[in-house]
């Protein structure tokens, strides 16, 4: 009964939209690409070379991130199987496109009603389908469960707020994920929600965020990484860093970033003798407006280029002009502040400075990237400031009292260690469910 009353809802809701929606698409040429997807209207256009079919389903440019990490494992471990994606959002397809387009079938979700989930089935004729975190639609599980199809549930988070939406719901939920096969979550959190929900305790596995599941060049564990000490050692000599001489790496640094930064860093320069500062832009075309903010204060700078042709470090800021070095440059840095964090741009991957051994500093704009934000701040290993005030602050009871920021430092890196298995151990499941 209540799949009947969600199907009728869900037809209700498009009845209800289709005069306003539609005419709005027409005139406007948006979504209708999209909504013919959505519907069912598309041609597979490419041939399958396997016969695994695996569909992993991600709301937006978050999941899609998440179902990467797995295919790329999937192929790391072999697993002879074609790709299907599909997404909720615009730009989640977007992304799926850019970043998986060779090696996937990229197309928008179905409407979550009968007809159309058997149009897919029929077309892509999964061999299994991936839930990814929260995107549980009721009638795609059920009829792809009812028809063969293997169905699991990875990286598995729940907030409360969707605890208590779904647990309004508590029988029709129970229901929808009895059809799942098993399910990894990211923490204990996840797996007591998943449990208090009506699934069974015995098939949830925690496994960490497979999101932060960063492949390094050489290996994936910092304690074995290590930037390799040839490689710290040629940055800090390009840098001509005396030993224990402090370096503020600024990484993904956006616009309106920059002048607050200079303003810390000639606030510490006096209690911090010798301070080091290296501004990394996320987008290497604002270089000349960032120059001439540097101009304006009448700093001393330097491009990293220069230093990287021969130059002798002669200024305390430099200005990373290069691309591929700032993972490098994170691991010899005394503190790590990540950009797009004091202006509301979302946020960068801080898990990426933790994954070097060094705990984020980081404003309080970072809506695209809060599951690390969590993981990092209750391991005590990441730190939110709410303006430059409080990051000058923290960076100068930091410099006192150099045993705290160690002891961040090696909780940040034992956590960004422990996600790295995450995608690894996600992916095993999936195929011991394709196994039995």
């Not at 599909?86 to 979700?109: F, I, N, S």
């Not at 990211?186 to 797996?191: A, E, S």
Request: glycine fraction near 6%; charge should be positive; charged fraction near 20%.
């Amino acid at each position: 009964m209540y799949y009947e009353i969600y199907t009728l809802l869900g037809w209700l809701l498009i009845i209800a939209a289709t005069p306003f929606f539609i005419p709005y698409c027409l005139i406007t040429g948006k979504h209708l690409n999209s909504l013919k997807q959505r519907f069912g209207f598309f041609a597979v256009n490419r041939s399958w070379q396997h016969q695994q079919r695996i569909w992993f389903h991600a709301a937006s440019v978050g999941e899609v991130q998440v179902a990467k990490a797995l295919i790329e494992e999937c192929h790391a471990l072999k697993l002879a199987a074609d790709f299907i994606i599909t997404t909720v959002t615009d730009q989640g397809q977007l992304v799926a496109q850019a970043q998986l387009g060779e090696k996937a079938l990229c197309l928008y979700a179905p409407l979550d009603l009968p007809h159309i989930v058997h149009a897919f089935l029929r077309k892509l004729q999964p061999t299994a389908y991936v839930c990814l975190e929260t995107e549980l639609w009721p009638n795609i599980i059920r009829i792809l469960r009812n028809n063969g199809v293997r169905t699991v549930l990875l990286n598995g988070r729940m907030s409360e707020k969707s605890f208590n939406n779904y647990n309004r719901f508590a029988d029709f939920s129970r229901q929808v994920l009895a059809n799942i096969e098993k399910i990894a979550v990211i923490n204990d959190t996840d797996k007591k929600r998943y449990t208090a929900l009506g699934y069974r305790r015995d098939k949830i596995v925690v496994t960490g965020n497979a999101k932060y599941s960063l492949r390094l060049p050489d290996t994936t564990l910092y304690s074995d990484y290590n930037t390799t000490d040839s490689s710290q050692q040629r940055y800090r000599q390009l840098l001509c860093l005396r030993e224990n001489q402090p370096l503020l790496v600024a990484g993904s640094t956006h616009t309106g970033e920059e002048t607050l930064l200079v303003e810390v860093y000639l606030e510490l320069v006096s209690s911090m003798p010798g301070l080091v500062m290296i501004l990394a832009p996320r987008h290497l075309e604002r270089l000349a407006q960032i120059q001439k903010i540097l101009d304006d204060f009448k700093v001393d700078h330097q491009r990293f280029s220069e230093l990287l042709s021969g130059k002798v470090r002669s200024a305390s800021i430099i200005l990373l002009d290069t691309m591929g070095e700032l993972r490098g440059l994170y691991s010899i840095a005394t503190f790590v502040f990540c950009g797009g964090s004091l202006v509301e741009k979302g946020g960068h991957n801080i898990m990426e400075a933790a994954l070097h051994g060094k705990a984020p500093i980081y404003g309080p704009h970072m809506k695209d990237f809060l599951d690390a934000v969590t993981l990092l701040e209750n391991n005590g290993g990441g730190f939110m400031v709410a303006n430059s005030f409080e990051l000058k602050n923290l960076l100068l009871s930091f410099a006192n009292k150099p045993d705290l920021l160690n002891k961040a430092n090696e909780k940040a890196v034992a956590t960004a260690n422990a996600q790295q298995t995450a995608a690894r151990n996600q992916v095993k499941i999936l195929l011991d469910v394709l196994a039995h």
